[in-house]
């Protein structure tokens, strides 16, 4: 069975821009969760979205948005990026609503330049 | 809040050694506790969970016990290989849906043959 997907695995933008980063979960799986990894910390959460409708917030700005899809699967999207956006962006896969078992996939690697 | 506190690192071990990574936490009410491992270049794997007082979880030789008397979740492996090198994470969840998975800064362990 296929994991969690994530696409694309790098990337490389400039300040300003706008990212759209995408994730496929577990087949089966209803909720996904998105997190930030700044390099040497633990991932932050950013948001959680269980059939189709957000269900949980971080402490992002509102340059952050999200939106998840009949599939189950999702998409996060950055606007006017800062520098400081740089890092790994994980997406996590659950079952139901709660994290009794969330299964990560490789994340995407972004780079602000 | 809620938040996790786990030992700095980096932790630098023989192959055979014993491992304790120690983790204690902050929270309302009683979340479910995690360890993840993240291996270079990858996304986080669950290592293992505990979901009340006094559980216990294991796998792949690696334990930890809910202790809600000490707030603690420390990690522990009898002996230690060299693939066992990576970084570890220790996480919190509530048990209310949308809520977040909380963690840890990580610490980093290296073994040497």
């Known amino acids: 069975d296929a994991g969690v997907t994530q696409s694309p695995t790098h990337l490389i933008k400039t300040r300003g821009q706008q990212v759209t980063l995408r994730c496929s979960p577990i087949?089966?799986?209803?909720?996904v969760s998105w997190y930030q990894q700044v390099l040497g910390q633990g991932p932050q959460f950013i948001f959680q979205?269980?059939?189709?409708?957000?269900?949980g917030r971080g402490n992002f700005p509102d340059r952050f948005s999200a939106r998840q899809f009949p599939n189950y699967s999702s998409e996060l999207n950055v606007n006017a990026l800062l520098l400081g956006d740089s890092a790994l962006y994980l997406c996590?896969?659950?079952?139901?609503?709660?994290?009794?078992?969330?299964?990560f996939g490789q994340g995407t690697r972004l780079t602000v330049v | 809040g809620n938040s996790v506190t786990q030992m700095e690192g980096p932790v630098t071990l023989s192959e055979e050694a014993f491992l304790t990574i120690n983790c204690t936490y902050t929270a309302t009410g009683y979340p479910s506790l995690f360890w993840y491992v993240q291996y270079p270049g990858e996304g986080l794997q669950l290592l293992l969970k505990?979901?009340?007082?006094?559980d216990k979880g294991s796998n792949k030789g690696f334990e930890a016990t809910y202790r809600k008397e000490t707030t603690s979740f420390h990690l522990e492996k009898g002996s230690v290989q060299v693939s066992d090198s990576a970084v570890y994470f220790c996480a919190l969840s509530g048990r209310q849906a949308g809520t977040a998975l909380i963690f840890g800064k990580g610490t980093t362990l290296s073994v040497s043959s």
């Open positions: 505990a979901t009340k007082a006094d």
């Open positions: 087949s089966g799986h209803k909720s």
């Open positions: 979205y269980y059939e189709k409708e957000e269900r």
């Open positions: 996590a896969s659950s079952l139901g609503q709660l994290n009794t078992e969330a299964f």
